[in-house]
């Protein structure tokens, strides 16, 4: 029992680094409502992107700590990493293109590339810290 409780916990643990709203949500949020652009329909339309990764990050809250449960590889967690560094990286990008079609400035391919490294870093970290001693 004391396995299964210790990849609870930690799957719960990963549900909390996952957070909640997609780096496109928050690139909407962060839009200035008052500038002129915002109303365009280019602009508006782009915040679509912000429901379809909202979703996405709500099928990894779940996913991942389920796909990290069950799995007892190195193979799948290799799997779940490069998903998830796949979905963040699309995230990312949609979120520059949403703050740049909204007149904002465009992030960098490098600053993009980083965090989602660093991100992946974190879950490969996280992922290999053992609970109870095992």
């Avoid at 915040?47 to 190195?74: E, I, N, Y």
């Avoid at 490069?82 to 949403?98: E, F, I």
């Amino acid at each position: 029992w004391g396995f299964l409780i210790d990849r609870i916990v930690f799957g719960v643990f990963l549900l909390f680094l996952t957070g909640c709203a997609s780096q496109t949500r928050h690139a909407v949020n962060s839009l200035d409502r008052q500038n002129p652009v915002y109303q365009s329909e280019v602009c508006q339309q782009s915040f679509q992107l912000a429901d379809f990764h909202d979703q996405l990050q709500k099928t990894r809250m779940v996913g991942t700590p389920l796909v990290f449960l069950a799995s007892s590889g190195t193979g799948a967690l290799l799997a779940m990493l490069a998903a998830n560094m796949g979905l963040d990286t699309l995230d990312r990008l949609d979120a520059s293109h949403v703050v740049v079609v909204c007149d904002g400035p465009e992030t960098l391919s490098f600053n993009i590339w980083e965090k989602v490294f660093l991100g992946a870093g974190l879950q490969l970290f996280t992922n290999g810290i053992k609970f109870g001693g095992n």
